[in-house]
Structure formats: structure tokens, C-alpha cells
């Protein structure tokens, strides 16, 4: 999974760098379809969908991994080219990791209102931080990022693109 996230990351990135990526949308429109000619089949990309973690609060992450019951990766993205993207995102990644209640999250397409089917995290499930921003942007730097997530350090995919300096 996370080589198929890397994937999709490095096209998305191209995109960007051929200025066909102008917000935090197109840059999550063009993960969700890099991710969906990807992966195989009876896998799901969902965008911002509501997670309500009992005893944690209601998160609404960037994208989720979807296979049948279980959400295999998290992908949680910030795209600030211009300024200093923020780290607050990796506290909710370390939240998602310690889920492990089931949780509705498909709609069901005829009420419009969730399937009564549950999900959860899958105790493997990928946690990704993707960031576009500028090159000194604390955002970006892998070593603080990389210890701020030691303790999933098996899980954790982070994924940037440095714009300015010498990137």
C-alpha cells in the first residue's frame, strides 16, 4: 500500500510541477485518481469523510484507503505552496492509530444516510502525511516529522515536495 501511496504521490507531484495543481482540491482530485488506477480491485478512495472516534471526538481526514471493512491507509494532505504549511494533522493520524472501534462510513445511495455496515482501522493501517509548502516550512522537515511519528514509525509514510531553496 505504501509503495502504490508513493506512486500516486510522485504523479501528483508532477502535476503540481506542470502547474496543473492550484489548491489542496486538485491536489486530493488528483491522489484519488492516481490511487484509483492503482490499486486493486474491491478498494475504495474516500475523500473527507466523517469518522466519529468515541472518546477521541469527529475527525474528517483528506482520504482513506477503503478494503472492505477496514481502512487500510489514512492520507492526510496540506498544500501551501506559498507559505508554511502546519503539522496539526499528525496529531489526528496519532488518533486514527489508536482507534479501534467500528464506526459507520458508506452511505447507503438510496436513504442517503449511513449504511448500517461498520468499519475500523486496520491495526496496519498506512498513516500519510503529504505537504507541498514552502522549502523551510516546518512542515517539511522529515527528521522533526519522522520523530514525531517514532512510535508508528512501521506505519507512517511522509510524503512532501519542497518549493523555494534549493528544492
Known sequence: MKEL???AWSDAVAAYLDSRINSERTLQASIYANLLNRLPEGHRVLCEPCIDLHGHGRFI??????SQNQIEAVIELKFVPHYYPTTEDLEKLKKYSLAADEFP???NPTT??????KVRFSPDCI???????????VA???SAIEANM??????????????????
Open 5 to 7: 501511496i508513493r506512486s
Open 150 to 167: 517514532a512510535e508508528h514509525r512501521a506505519r507512517f509514510l511522509f510524503l512532501s515536495h519542497a518549493v523555494g531553496g534549493n528544492s
Open 140 to 142: 517539511l522537515d522529515r
Open 112 to 117: 442517503g444516510r449511513y449504511d448500517d455496515k
Open 61 to 66: 481526514p483528506d482520504m482513506v484507503v477503503l
Open 127 to 137: 498513516l500519510a502525511f503529504a505537504v507541498i509548502g514552502q522549502h523551510n516550512a
Open 105 to 107: 462510513l458508506l452511505l
